[in-house]
């Protein structure tokens, strides 16, 4: 249903509005239950993974294009737009020129992730950008699913979708209720847990892996930009492991250590015998 919309203040484009003012973004996202994908590929990928669509905001340049995946939902409105309505409402510059609000879902829960082999386990990483890198990287490298404190930034927030190419609606993942028994929880659940830090008995990462086996449970845990994994997570590991540095430089930005470590730590990159 193609609607053409001149007005930026058009109270149909409501969903669309600041997106880049994150306060407002996470009540209106939260009360409403939607998020918005930004850019063909990643609406794209949202529709295959199974969401339902509200709406489309596109620039007339991108109708053909997703011809498909519109006649999918004929009674979900069109509002087809030009760069420069897009962009007030907005706030910035859609270059991609191809928006769509989608229903939001929680899929899985913790119980369902920590059914899986392996783990990435996020805690209080706020930074949505590092969110969504983490969890591409996760998917790409083959692991299983996600675990989220509750501090952490969203998943489905435009800019950790982007940042993941979509790989948030592919990857399972979860949030944490209780931050503090995180250790113990996946623990108990049978993981080896595994926790990213510079602390003096950590193990390179590399040795980690020699001593592992492509069966074993690792839930890899990570820590904020900043300060790294608090001492509890730290603390009810079962291991502490570093990335080995030089020049100086003591650490890497968190995606790329995540990338790292899950591609050392995959199931396809370990090689050693379990020492039990």
């Known amino acids: 249903m193609k609607l053409v919309v001149t007005d930026s203040d ?50 007339a340049r991108w109708l053909d294009g997703l011809y498909d995946v519109l006649t999918r939902w004929p009674a979900v409105p069109v509002y087809v737009v030009t760069e420069d309505v897009a962009e007030q409402v907005t706030g910035f510059h859609v270059h991609r ?39 591409r990287n996760a998917a790409g490298l083959g692991w299983d699913g996600a675990l989220l404190s509750p501090r952490a930034a969203d998943p489905l927030y435009r800019r950790s979708i982007k940042v993941s190419m979509g790989a948030v609606f592919s990857l399972p993942w979860a949030r944490l209720e209780d931050w503090g028994a995180a250790p113990q929880l996946l623990r108990a659940a049978g993981f080896l847990t595994v926790a990213l830090s510079l602390a003096p008995d950590a193990v390179e990462v590399r040795q980690l892996a020699s001593s592992i086996t492509p069966q074993t449970r690792i839930a890899l845990m990570f820590g904020t930009e900043g300060s790294g994994l608090s001492k509890r997570w730290s603390d009810g590991a079962t ?36 020492s039990g």
Do not use: W
């Open 239 to 274: 291991v502490r492991s570093r990335i080995p540095m030089s020049a100086g430089i003591d650490s890497l930005n968190v995606a790329a250590a995540a990338a790292i470590a899950c591609y050392s730590l995959s199931s396809r990159g370990v090689t050693g015998q379990s």
């Open 10 to 59: 058009d109270p149909r484009l409501a969903d669309y509005v600041r997106l880049r003012e994150v306060s407002l973004r996470r009540h209106l996202e939260a009360e409403q239950g939607l998020f918005i994908a930004e850019g063909a590929k990643v609406i794209r990928r949202a529709i295959e993974a199974g969401y339902r669509p509200r709406s489309f905001l596109l620039a």
């Open 97 to 135: 020129g191809a928006l769509a609000s989608l229903q939001r879902e929680q899929r899985h829960s913790v119980e369902a992730i920590l059914a899986l082999q392996r783990l990435v386990v996020l805690e209080d990483i706020v930074d949505h950008t590092n969110v969504g890198a983490i969890m």
